[in-house]
């Protein structure tokens, strides 16, 4: 068990630029949960994966956000034309079927100038 | 709606002291989970500990454990023998059937040697 992974770590771009970031879950979980979490607060829900299904979207997910987990395994975030209030860390989780509790990635820290 | 409250936004306490962090919660749901996070600085959320909220007997893990009222709302978390490495924010979270986590906005503890 290598625990969930986020990649990049770190993020700066510029205004208007689209950015990707990827996910890898636990191995042997099927549900996978993006949040966003900015200074001072707690993570915000954005979507949630059962497998390869994208079940809930936040209203918080514009139509700026797309998220995809096309094999039911990784799964990528992308925000098309960032805009300075997109900056955050965004936090991925993993769950399996069994249990309930959601295990953390890193994260993926996104500065947007 | 589903809220989380956290009152403390910052707290600290002695080494090996005890202290107690405070969370409140509303949910109309009759089957829910409460968790406490912890996130150290620059680092990963970690799960503290979980309480199943059809079950009346309060969570213990190691030196954490929740006072669970459920009539009151009430989740808090007690830390024992507080240590150094338990500086972190602290993070309350509400999972019901829809399966995403509600967070608190966090209480940053600091434990002083």
């Known amino acids: 068990d290598t625990g969930v992974s986020q990649n990049p770590r770190h993020k700066i771009t510029k205004r208007g630029q689209n950015v990707t970031f990827r996910c890898d879950p636990i191995?042997?979980?099927?549900?996978l949960y993006w949040y966003r979490q900015t200074l001072g607060q707690g993570p915000e829900f954005l979507t949630y994966?059962?497998?390869?299904?994208?079940?809930?979207k936040s209203r918080l997910l514009s139509d700026r956000f797309s998220a995809e987990r096309p094999k039911g395994s990784f799964s990528t975030l992308e925000i098309q034309r960032t805009e300075q209030g997109d900056s955050a860390m965004y936090l991925c989780?993993?769950?399996?079927?069994?249990?309930?509790?959601?295990?953390f990635g890193p994260g993926t820290r996104l500065t947007v100038t | 709606a589903q809220t989380v409250t956290q009152s403390q936004p910052e707290m600290s306490v002695q080494e090996a002291e005890t202290v107690t962090l405070s969370c409140t919660y509303d949910t109309s749901e009759n089957n829910y989970y409460l968790f406490w996070y912890k996130q150290p600085p620059s680092r990963q959320m970690i799960l503290v500990i979980r309480q199943e909220a059809y079950k009346q007997q309060n969570a213990t893990e190691n030196r954490f454990s929740v006072n669970f009222q459920k009539a009151a709302k009430s989740f808090s978390l007690k830390i024992s023998d507080s240590q150094l490495g338990d500086t972190a924010m602290y993070f309350c979270?509400?999972?019901?059937?829809?399966?995403?986590?509600?967070f608190g906005t966090g209480t940053r503890l600091k434990v002083l040697a």
């Open positions: 191995s042997e979980h099927n549900r």
């Open positions: 994966f059962q497998n390869e299904a994208q079940l809930e």
């Open positions: 979270a509400l999972l019901t059937g829809t399966y995403k986590y509600i």
């Open positions: 989780a993993s769950s399996s079927l069994e249990t309930y509790e959601q295990y």
